[in-house]
């Protein structure tokens, strides 16, 4: 049980990780490319981001050394769902029938592939 919890912990800390990136990203601006550099490493959003990301890595490699790799793969596919929420949440994208079918069949192909036989 402790395992799906990281599992789960793992795909919400890496979509709230590129939320932060998407963030970052608008601090690239300026004149040359090491302006628009200088610009991004001044940017907290980058490094929230990158650590989010790390961690969510380390809890990736955990999640692994327990769980088969074919289970926890088309599990991770969650995270686009997490994404697709808090995409509408942030920035106010839009969330039209298109998107959430698609979302849909990620979800139910996840759980198809990863339950056993």
């Given at each position: 049980m402790l395992?799906?919890?990281f599992l789960f912990l793992m795909t919400i800390m890496?979509?709230?990780a590129s939320?932060?990136?998407?963030?970052a990203s608008g601090s690239l601006?300026?004149?040359s490319l090491?302006?628009?550099?200088l610009n991004l490493l001044k940017t907290p959003s980058?490094?929230?981001?990158?650590a989010l990301y790390l961690a969510a890595s380390l809890l990736n490699i955990y999640v692994l050394r327990v769980l088969d790799y074919s289970s926890v793969l088309p599990l991770s596919a969650f995270t686009y769902v997490w994404t697709m929420f808090l995409a509408k949440a942030r920035f106010g994208e839009k969330l039209n029938l298109r998107k959430m079918a698609g979302v849909f069949l990620i979800v139910?192909?996840?759980v198809l592939v990863s339950r056993p036989r």
């Open positions: 395992t799906a919890s890496g979509s709230v939320l932060f990136l998407k963030q601006k300026g004149e090491g302006a628009i550099l980058l490094y929230a981001g990158g139910v192909g996840a």
